[in-house]
């Protein structure tokens, strides 16, 4: 079983819509967990660090649910810049490595 | 620009050759790491350093990989008897030891013909 799993997607919706990706961690003991963006032939950058109460960033939302191991971006009132691939990462919390979902593909459609 | 660089950004060479990819952090950062990624896949993690020491590498590692980072600083990624299946994105990461945000360098894209 995959370390992190995600939809893939594509994921197409219109302007002003409200989207959200889920993620699955397989490792119960993972730690720390990050939603990364990434731009089509570009390096994934950093969108935000997911915690356990739950956190929010203007119009982005992360949750995390240890219990069912799952974790969750909300995009509301999406923007065509909002387009990218959204990659979900977990750190099991021993050693050091990341592991990458394979990303969510968001096409905002005008 | 004091972000990750990474050279080449792009190389061609054909099977069998050696490559090697250098890695440039963000100064101050102790931490490193290099990540492969193929089209419509995530970054898959290949090693890690903190400063000048590998404290893991992959079991998907091959023994024709080897990645070095002498100094603590820049670090470079070697793939000797390159196969077509070494075609992908090398990512380096950096970041700090008490900061767990990885920020990426522009990659090298490899193809191997």
């Known amino acids: 079983r995959k370390e992190v799993e995600q939809d893939p997607g594509p994921f197409n919706v219109p302007e002003g819509a409200t989207v959200a990706f889920n993620c699955t961690y397989s490792?119960?003991?993972?730690?720390?967990f990050f939603w990364y963006r990434q731009d089509c032939r570009k390096e994934p950058k950093l969108l935000m660090s997911v915690y356990s109460s739950g956190n929010e960033d203007g119009r982005f939302t992360a949750q995390l649910n240890r219990a069912s191991q799952y974790i969750s971006l909300l995009i509301r009132d999406s923007k065509l810049s909002d387009s990218a691939t959204y990659l979900c990462?977990?750190?099991?919390?021993?050693?050091?490595?990341?592991?990458f979902g394979t990303g969510t593909s968001l096409t905002v459609i005008p | 620009d004091t972000g990750v660089s990474q050279d080449p950004r792009h190389k061609i060479t054909k099977r069998g050759q050696n490559v090697t990819f250098r890695c440039d952090p963000i100064?101050?950062?102790?931490?490193l790491y290099w990540y492969r990624q193929t089209l419509g896949q995530g970054p898959e993690f290949l090693t890690y350093f903190q400063n000048e020491a590998q404290l893991e590498k992959s079991r998907l590692l091959s023994d024709r990989f080897s990645a070095e980072r002498p100094k603590g600083s820049f670090s470079t990624l070697e793939i000797q008897r390159t196969e077509q299946g070494d075609s992908a994105m090398y990512l380096c990461a950096s970041s700090l030891v008490r900061q767990e945000t990885q920020y990426f360098g522009p990659g090298t894209r490899l193809l191997v013909l």
């Open positions: 100064s101050e950062h102790n931490r």
């Open positions: 490792n119960s003991a993972s730690q720390s």
């Open positions: 990462v977990v750190n099991r919390g021993t050693g050091n490595q990341f592991y």
